[in-house]
T-cell receptor
Framework: DVKVTQSSRYLVKRTGEKVFLECVQDMDHENMFWYRQDPGLGLRLIYF???????EKGDIPEGYSVSREKKERFSLILESASTNQTSMYLCASSLRGRASNIQYFGAGTRLSVL | GQQLNQSPQSMFIQEGEDVSMNCTSS?????WLWYKQDPGEGPVLLIALYKAGELTSNGRLTAQFGITRKDSFLNISASIPSDVGIYFC???????????FGTGTSLTVIP
């Protein structure tokens, strides 16, 4: 079974802190994604990566950066956390090509910024 | 990004009832997906649709790819308590491009 693991289920941080959200997948998937989920807005794509050291902006990249140094790991970084970044963050991975239709999600990290 | 309008936003139904929800977009998509998110978990893929008019079932769930390619529908028959969760549609304009997600339908099943 595909496993996408997010390092924390819950995080509480203070405004201005640097925050790292980690995601690891164990199925050798090329593609990895970071979404945020907010009530009434669904899932919105922050950043994605099609390969190691490669990244592309999604629909809402402002205030975020990412790092993909190894194929299995994709990190989301909040350089200076703000209260409007309080949200549920979901990581996903998929194979390349037609099979990229199927994205496998982690359980999510609920981040609160105070 | 693309806007996917999903309705209804929430549903409260009695166990045993059938459920219908839909998703519409302003763009033509070549792939539609339906996901379910259990409370406290990430979304899990239920059904994938690749052709206009396609009708695909997964147990008590049936989804259809709309003829106009701008909409998709999900039906759940004879609902049970474990159907509770949030259902998301997702659409892709062309293979390899990103998926756009709907706003979700929250389903509550009353025993």
């Amino acid at each position: 079974d595909v496993k996408v693991t997010q390092s924390s289920r819950y995080l509480v941080k203070r405004t201005g802190e640097k925050v790292f959200l980690e995601c690891v997948q164990d199925m050798d998937h090329e593609n990895m994604f970071w979404y945020r989920q907010d009530p009434g807005l669904g899932l919105r794509l922050i950043y994605f990566s099609y390969d190691v050291k490669m990244k592309e902006k999604g629909d809402i990249p402002e205030g975020y950066s990412v790092s993909r140094e190894k194929k299995e790991r994709f990190s989301l970084i909040l350089e200076s956390a703000s209260t409007n970044q309080t949200s549920m963050y979901l990581c996903a991975s998929s194979l390349r090509g037609r099979a990229s239709n199927i994205q496998y999600f982690g359980a999510g990290t609920r981040l609160s910024v105070l | 990004g693309q806007q996917l309008n999903q309705s209804p936003q929430s549903m409260f139904i009695q166990e045993g009832e059938d459920v219908s929800m839909n998703c519409t977009s302003s763009s033509i998509f070549n792939t539609w997906l339906w996901y379910k998110q259990d409370p406290g978990e990430g979304p899990v893929l239920l059904i994938a649709l690749y052709k206009a008019g396609e009708l695909t079932s997964n147990g008590r769930l049936t989804a259809q790819f709309g003829i106009t390619r701008k909409d998709s529908f999900l039906n759940i028959s004879a609902s049970i308590p474990s159907d509770v969760g949030i259902y998301f549609c997702a659409g892709q304009i062309s293979t390899g491009n990103q998926f756009y997600f709907g706003t979700g339908t929250s389903l509550t099943v009353i025993p």
